[in-house]
């Protein structure tokens, strides 16, 4: 490497651990397996850039999401030397929030906005689903408040709560495998043949853009078949009660 000064947005090793939230002692590591280009010299001190870090911040998310180092170092390896900015950008709208953060509130309010008294057995449901979390003995935070306000407002129309808290398992699962199917699509038409063509830059704006607007995209489909498909069984169910009704 050439032994120029310093120019901008360059980084000492401390200060591009610092950056990436991890140690200089992994920093070398990762450096030391290829993970990171070797560093600009100047003199014996070495100047990381941008690159640098964004690569390392790709490594901390990864394994933070549960991959193993080794399949780490596979993907980056075998990667463009660009493409890890790209893959932050990806993860970053993959972890942008719901709409509805987060909420704090007394197990007494929580009963209150189904209408029902207070029933730790039913809060203990509710934490196993992870759609709640226990703070003290009396507060609790509504991981996804959405889903929690409207189990509580099903309530209120008379079904039961423990009928409301065993149907979110199920619908759960068959969301999970409609998204399955649309990701699946997406990576197979979309993704797939981007990567056959060697990750080319200027294609990396459009997978990025399809890949935000799945989210708006497969939300409005499922509710509007699920729509559909509710007013039907509402349909056959009242059918079938007044035909019971006119037989009795």
Do not use: C
């Amino acid at each position: 490497m050439s032994e120029d000064a310093p120019t901008g947005d360059e980084y000492t090793v401390d200060e591009l651990a610092a950056r990436a939230q991890m140690t200089v002692r992994n920093v070398r590591a990762y450096a030391s397996r290829g993970l990171i280009e070797a560093p600009r010299l100047a003199g014996r001190t070495g100047f990381y850039n941008r690159e640098h870090l964004q690569r390392l911040q790709l490594i901390r998310q990864l394994l933070e999401r549960g991959f193993t180092l080794a399949a780490i170092e596979k993907a980056v390896l075998h990667a463009p030397h660009n493409a890890a900015g790209h893959a932050l950008d990806l993860i970053t709208i993959l972890d942008q929030p719901d709409t509805s953060e987060p909420e704090i509130m007394s197990r007494d309010d929580l009963a209150a906005l189904a209408g029902v008294h207070r029933d730790d057995t039913l809060i203990e449901s509710l934490v196993g689903l992870g759609l709640v979390e226990k703070l003290d003995s009396d507060r609790v935070r509504l991981v996804e408040p959405a889903v929690v306000r409207a189990g509580a407002a099903a309530v209120t129309l008379g079904l039961a709560p423990e009928t409301v808290i065993a149907v979110f398992p199920l619908l759960r699962s068959h969301l999970r495998t409609i998204a399955d199917v649309f990701v699946r699509e997406v990576v197979k038409e979309v993704v797939q043949p981007f990567v056959d063509a060697g990750f080319p830059e200027e294609d990396w704006p459009r997978v990025i853009s399809v890949v935000e607007s799945l989210l708006p995209i497969a939300s409005q489909v499922t509710l509007g078949i699920f729509r559909s498909e509710f007013r039907d069984a509402i349909d056959v169910e009242v059918g079938e009660q007044i035909t019971g009704i006119a037989g009795a």
